[in-house]
């Protein structure tokens, strides 16, 4: 027998039982034992952001008056929409969760987070009321009115089945700021510890702005399931005031009269992205067999940050309450109306209404639907962040255009070099934790929703990345022209550049082409010339091969900006030892100011140049006027012959000699006078003959003799 017939056979013969549910048990290990703190009020918050609610309070009733008292009662109240019957009816029923698509809840189990800390709780709104009692290990409940007159609040009542501690201020203020900024309808958060206001915090949005679209930005997610519609950027005040609890007392020493207060503010800047949702009704079925709700028409996804002048006011004096608002440098975290454990990867919050696991703390990216749902939101939260960046740097290269014209100042380009670092580091995506996928999701999309090169800020204003350069250290003392990353905007992303480079390929290292470039388009001065040789010794001397064509180039275009003189006129340098660099040289001798830190093994080895010899800088010297009008200039011509006369040729001895014996270049007692008609000076037959006057006459005789001086 078949196990299909074996199967047959059960179901038509024996009579039917349903599936007993032990309540207990079931709550107790499953439902009510969510792993985040304050899961109770994240839950009943998001309940009342839901019913539209503006105001919450909670109270905190203890078993005495002091604050190390234990809780024996939590209320909570909002002042949202009152519950109508089919409200009354989910709350009675597991996992019932709301079909309302616009809402969070998907799996009608949040309520249930109560009976962690309570066994029965109440529940009052709009004049009716429902108990839940345990009896005999089931849950039940009973409704009916309440005799209210009030009906402008949705009270929860839980009585705490064992005393518990106080929540720590300013902990608690933490997770209740985190909740008012990313709810759209509450604007105050009221907290009492009896009858003493613990913590009040109030939202004020201003009017949003819409944010331009550019036409270059695909507005549609992969799979076409999203468009983004629409952005609209506000600023949000958070204001919170809180008690401060002194670290040096007991917290059962405390009484309401010595008590201290905060008041602190934060700005903040959240961005909205309007989504068109367009799934088949194929999709649509799966995801309401999962979820029990339809996927909806339109959603919303948010980005929330702080503008680069309002971190600058901050000067890391931001109350502790904010800090979590204000993830930079660090990842910001996914917002599913609550923030859950799965960062961004960038550092951005983002709130969006994908679909989490069942108790909220991660993203589902493992179910197959869900998975696809959830990847196609996240890709347009990337475009979202792309879009963001784009709009703060187009205001970046406005201002830079404005004003570098005007303000050439280092604090001008110091300042503006950090903002844009500061908007970079923002997009900036690292590896998201605990999924890696999310990151890489919004990464991809970042990068991918348009052809358009991502601008960035270079030494020559907001370009293509493409454009721009990585420096290069042994590089920065001679280009000017080539575009470059700042110094200060490479150091404080450096990340995002290696992997700019290393990943994307959509930036590079300086390479002979932009030294080609930088030289081609400008003169450079003697120290810029110096550096630049300088790199091209240790450039060729790593190995790098350079074509003949390319050299040609670099010495055809490497121009000296006194004289615009290029490299391809030199053909020597300079050896002081040899000729010293105080007199004049030729025009096909390297400046001594460009050559005197180089090597000269390396100036013949990868310039083909040689030292000057002397008889070449005899014949450039002897025509200058000088050397027959000033008897220092002369002095000094005879001294560097004579001291260097010994190791030429006997050819250029004689070359010399026939460039000088023709010249009034003898120094004389009675002025210069050809070198037949001077004498030297122990010659003193007669009193009028031109002696040769020298500080050091016995330093030049072997020039003297060799240009015939007589004696």
Same mark, same amino acid.
């Given at each position: 027998?078949?196990?299909?017939?074996?199967?047959?056979?059960?179901?038509?013969?024996?009579?039917?039982?349903?599936?007993?549910?032990?309540? =207990?048990?079931?709550?107790?290990?499953?439902? +009510?034992?969510?792993?985040?703190?304050?899961?109770?009020?994240?839950?009943?918050?998001?309940?009342?952001?839901?019913?539209?609610?503006?105001?919450?309070?909670?109270?905190?009733?203890?078993?005495?008056?002091?604050?190390?008292?234990?809780?024996?009662?939590?209320? &909570? $109240?909002?002042?949202?929409?009152? &519950?109508?019957?089919?409200?009354?009816?989910?709350?009675?029923?597991?996992?019932?969760?709301?079909?309302?698509?616009?809402?969070?809840?998907?799996?009608?189990?949040?309520?249930?987070?109560?009976?962690?800390?309570?066994?029965?709780?109440?529940?009052?709104?709009?004049?009716?009321?429902?108990?839940?009692?345990?009896?005999?290990?089931?849950?039940?409940?009973?409704?009916?009115?309440?005799?209210?007159?009030?009906?402008?609040?949705?009270?929860?009542?839980?009585?705490?089945?064992?005393?518990?501690?106080?929540?720590?201020?300013?902990?608690?203020?933490?997770?209740? +700021?985190?909740?008012?900024?990313?709810?759209?309808?509450?604007?105050?958060?009221?907290?009492? &510890?009896?009858?003493?206001? +613990?913590?009040?915090?109030?939202?004020?949005?201003?009017?949003?702005?819409?944010?331009?679209?550019?036409?270059?930005?695909?507005?549609?997610?992969?799979?076409?399931?999203?468009?983004?519609?629409?952005?609209?950027?506000?600023?949000?005040?958070?204001?919170?005031?809180?008690?401060?609890?002194?670290?040096?007392?007991?917290?059962?020493?405390?009484?309401?009269?010595?008590?201290?207060?905060?008041?602190?503010?934060?700005?903040?800047?959240?961005?909205?992205?309007?989504?068109?949702?367009?799934?088949?009704?194929?999709?649509?079925?799966?995801?309401?067999?999962?979820?029990?709700?339809?996927?909806? =028409?339109?959603?919303?996804?948010?980005?929330?940050?702080?503008?680069?002048?309002?971190?600058?006011?901050?000067?890391?004096?931001?109350?502790?309450?904010?800090?979590?608002?204000?993830?930079?440098?660090? @990842?910001?975290?996914?917002?599913?109306?609550?923030?859950?454990?799965?960062?961004?990867?960038?550092?951005?919050?983002?709130?969006? =209404?994908?679909?989490?696991?069942?108790?909220?703390?991660?993203?589902?990216?493992?179910?197959?639907?869900?998975?696809?749902?959830?990847?196609?939101?996240?890709?347009?939260?990337?475009?979202?962040?792309?879009?963001?960046?784009?709009?703060?740097?187009?205001?970046?290269? @406005?201002?830079?255009?404005?004003?570098?014209?005007?303000?050439?100042?280092?604090? &001008?380009?110091?300042?503006?070099?950090?903002?844009?670092?500061?908007?970079?580091?923002?997009?900036?995506?690292?590896?998201?934790?605990?999924?890696?996928?999310?990151?890489?999701?919004?990464?991809?999309?970042?990068?991918?929703?348009?052809?358009?090169?991502?601008?960035?800020?270079?030494?020559?204003?907001?370009?293509?990345?493409?454009?721009? =350069?990585?420096?290069?250290?042994?590089?920065?003392?001679?280009?000017?022209?080539?575009?470059?990353?700042?110094?200060?905007?490479?150091?404080?992303?450096?990340?995002?550049?290696?992997?700019?480079?290393?990943?994307?390929?959509?930036?590079?290292?300086?390479?002979?082409?932009?030294?080609?470039?930088?030289?081609?388009?400008?003169?450079?001065?003697?120290?810029?010339?110096? $550096?630049?040789?300088?790199?091209?010794?240790?450039?060729?001397?790593?190995?790098?091969?350079?074509?003949?064509?390319?050299?040609?180039?670099?010495?055809?275009?490497?121009?000296?900006?006194?004289?615009?003189?290029?490299?391809?006129?030199?053909?020597?340098?300079?050896?002081?030892?040899?000729?010293?660099?105080?007199?004049?040289?030729?025009?096909?001798?390297?400046?001594?100011?460009?050559?005197?830190?180089?090597?000269? @093994?390396?100036?013949?080895?990868?310039?083909?140049?040689?030292?000057?010899?002397?008889?070449?800088?005899?014949?450039?010297?002897?025509?200058?006027?000088?050397?027959?009008?000033?008897?220092?200039?002369?002095?000094?011509?005879?001294?560097?012959?004579?001291?260097?006369?010994?190791?030429?040729?006997?050819?250029?001895?004689?070359?010399?000699?026939?460039?000088?014996?023709?010249?009034?270049?003898?120094?004389?007692?009675?002025?210069?006078?050809?070198?037949?008609?001077?004498?030297?000076?122990?010659?003193?037959?007669?009193?009028?003959?031109?002696?040769?006057?020298?500080?050091?006459?016995?330093?030049?005789?072997?020039?003297?003799?060799?240009?015939?001086?007589?004696?």
């Amino acid at each position: 027998m078949s196990i299909d017939e074996i199967r047959k056979r059960v179901l038509s013969n024996l009579s039917e039982e349903r599936v007993e549910v032990n309540h =207990r048990p079931l709550i107790d290990k499953i439902l +009510a034992r969510y792993s985040s703190e304050f899961v109770i009020y994240r839950e009943l918050i998001q309940n009342s952001d839901d019913a539209r609610s503006s105001s919450i309070k909670i109270i905190f009733e203890t078993d005495g008056n002091k604050f190390g008292s234990k809780i024996i009662r939590i209320t &909570f $109240k909002n002042n949202g929409f009152a &519950f109508r019957p089919e409200d009354w009816d989910r709350l009675k029923k597991i996992a019932e969760g709301n079909p309302d698509e616009q809402k969070i809840g998907a799996f009608g189990v949040g309520f249930y987070s109560l009976f962690s800390v309570c066994e029965e709780p109440f529940v009052s709104s709009g004049g009716q009321g429902m108990a839940f009692f345990w009896r005999h290990g089931q849950l039940t409940s009973k409704q009916g009115p309440t005799g209210d007159i009030d009906k402008t609040w949705t009270t929860f009542l839980m009585d705490m089945r064992e005393p518990i501690d106080l929540p720590n201020v300013e902990n608690f203020a933490q997770f209740l +700021a985190n909740s008012l900024g990313f709810t759209g309808n509450l604007r105050e958060i009221s907290v009492y &510890f009896n009858n003493i206001l +613990a913590i009040h915090l109030s939202k004020n949005i201003m009017e949003p702005k819409l944010m331009n679209i550019s036409p270059e930005i695909d507005t549609f997610s992969p799979r076409k399931m999203f468009q983004l519609a629409s952005v609209q950027v506000r600023d949000v005040q958070l204001e919170v005031k809180r008690i401060l609890i002194p670290t040096n007392m007991g917290a059962n020493q405390w009484c309401s009269t010595d008590l201290q207060t905060e008041q602190a503010s934060i700005l903040l800047r959240i961005t909205s992205g309007n989504l068109n949702v367009n799934v088949n009704d194929t999709f649509s079925a799966e995801m309401e067999r999962i979820t029990k709700k339809k996927p909806p =028409r339109n959603t919303t996804i948010q980005m929330i940050f702080t503008g680069f002048n309002e971190h600058e006011n901050y000067n890391g004096t931001i109350s502790p309450v904010f800090k979590d608002l204000l993830p930079y440098p660090e @990842q910001g975290r996914i917002y599913i109306g609550f923030s859950t454990h799965q960062t961004t990867g960038c550092c951005s919050h983002l709130a969006a =209404r994908v679909i989490p696991t069942v108790e909220r703390e991660s993203i589902d990216l493992a179910e197959k639907t869900l998975s696809v749902y959830n990847n196609e939101m996240l890709c347009l939260a990337g475009t979202l962040c792309r879009i963001l960046y784009e709009d703060e740097m187009a205001y970046i290269e @406005q201002l830079y255009n404005e004003m570098i014209s005007d303000d050439n100042s280092d604090s &001008f380009r110091n300042w503006i070099d950090i903002w844009a670092a500061y908007n970079l580091t923002y997009c900036t995506f690292r590896n998201s934790t605990p999924n890696e996928k999310v990151g890489r999701i919004l990464e991809s999309q970042f990068f991918n929703c348009t052809k358009k090169n991502l601008p960035i800020l270079s030494t020559n204003g907001v370009l293509p990345i493409s454009n721009v =350069r990585i420096p290069n250290p042994e590089m920065e003392g001679f280009i000017k022209v080539v575009p470059l990353v700042p110094k200060i905007l490479f150091d404080q992303c450096i990340g995002f550049f290696m992997k700019a480079k290393n990943s994307f390929q959509i930036i590079g290292e300086l390479t002979l082409n932009d030294v080609l470039y930088e030289i081609r388009n400008r003169t450079l001065s003697e120290d810029e010339m110096a $550096k630049l040789l300088n790199w091209w010794i240790s450039y060729r001397s790593r190995g790098n091969i350079v074509e003949p064509s390319e050299f040609n180039q670099f010495m055809q275009f490497a121009r000296i900006d006194k004289k615009s003189q290029s490299l391809s006129t030199i053909c020597y340098f300079l050896n002081p030892g040899t000729i010293t660099s105080d007199v004049d040289i030729p025009d096909d001798v390297l400046p001594y100011t460009i050559s005197k830190d180089l090597n000269h @093994q390396d100036l013949v080895k990868w310039f083909g140049w040689s030292e000057l010899p002397l008889v070449n800088w005899a014949k450039f010297i002897i025509n200058k006027p000088d050397i027959e009008l000033n008897p220092a200039f002369a002095e000094k011509v005879h001294y560097i012959l004579a001291n260097n006369l010994d190791n030429i040729s006997q050819n250029d001895k004689e070359t010399i000699r026939q460039l000088f014996v023709q010249k009034q270049c003898i120094p004389t007692r009675f002025g210069m006078m050809y070198p037949n008609k001077a004498y030297y000076e122990n010659v003193n037959l007669f009193p009028n003959l031109p002696t040769i006057q020298f500080q050091v006459p016995s330093m030049v005789q072997n020039i003297m003799d060799l240009l015939g001086v007589r004696k």
